[in-house]
């Protein structure tokens, strides 16, 4: 069965700074696609960036790179520069087999705190 | 581009009450639209999607109906509400192919009483 492991609960970070958020994953489907989203006090999620199981390269979006190592099956979303609005949850997500839908399945999310 | 909304924002309903949350979709046709259900401090657990009008696919057994009576519609509902039903639910709309992201709605905070 696929599943989403986020083991860190809470994460914080001084403004400006990087952080490493970590996400590992298990799955037996050769393709899939991982995705983080950020869910701010708001309740809103918003979609940061997605990496697909055939890239050969680092998805990157603006501040935010994903650090996609498939032998070890992690994930892990880095936001470089911290800034206070990035305080919020972050979830990891994968999609699940294909089929005719796209289901997604969330770990347990990491609450990250900006200091400032 | 592309806007989903969600009504109500928040809902306090007593249990055994009757439940209609609303999703519309606009900018987009044909759209693959999902309902997930967030307990608090918890992941997203999805409820029901749906690839088209009046085809609706239930992922938990429990006392909630989806229905889509439009392209971009998708109605979530229940007869009688239990204390169980009280979380967050989260409408969600994506495409086949591609990245297959999903793009999801503000919410509807449900506290059943």
């Known amino acids: 069965a696929q599943k989403i492991t986020q083991t860190q609960p809470g994460m914080f970070v001084q403004e400006k700074e990087a952080v490493t958020l970590d996400c590992t994953y298990d799955?037996?489907?050769?393709?899939?696609?991982l995705f983080w989203y950020k869910q701010p006090s708001s309740g809103e999620m918003i979609f940061l960036i997605y990496?697909?199981?055939?890239?050969?390269q680092n998805a990157t979006e603006g501040r935010y790179s994903l650090n996609f190592q498939k032998a070890r099956k992690s994930a892990n979303l880095v936001i470089s520069a911290s800034q206070l609005g990035d305080s919020a949850m972050y979830f990891c997500?994968?999609?699940?087999?294909?089929?005719?839908?796209?289901?997604?399945?969330f770990g347990a999310g990491t609450r990250l705190a900006v200091h400032p | 581009s592309q806007t989903i909304h969600q009504w109500p924002a928040t809902l306090v309903q007593p249990v055994g009450s009757p439940l209609s949350l609303e999703c519309t979709v606009e900018g987009t046709s044909n759209p693959n639209l999902y309902w997930y259900r967030q307990a608090a401090g918890r992941g997203l657990q999805l409820l029901f999607y749906s690839v088209g009008i009046g085809q609706i696919s239930s992922e938990v057994p429990q006392n909630l109906s989806a229905s889509r009576p439009q392209d971009r519609q998708f109605i979530l509902s229940s007869k009688k509400l239990l204390l169980s039903d009280s979380g967050f639910y989260l409408c969600?709309?994506?495409?086949?192919?591609?990245?297959?992201?999903?793009?999801f709605g503000p919410g509807t905070r449900l506290t059943v009483l």
């Open positions: 997500a994968m999609r699940g087999p294909s089929g005719g839908y796209n289901k997604l399945i």
């Open positions: 990496q697909g199981s055939y890239d050969q």
């Open positions: 969600a709309w994506g495409t086949s192919g591609g990245t297959d992201t999903q793009y």
């Open positions: 799955t037996s489907d050769p393709s899939y696609g």
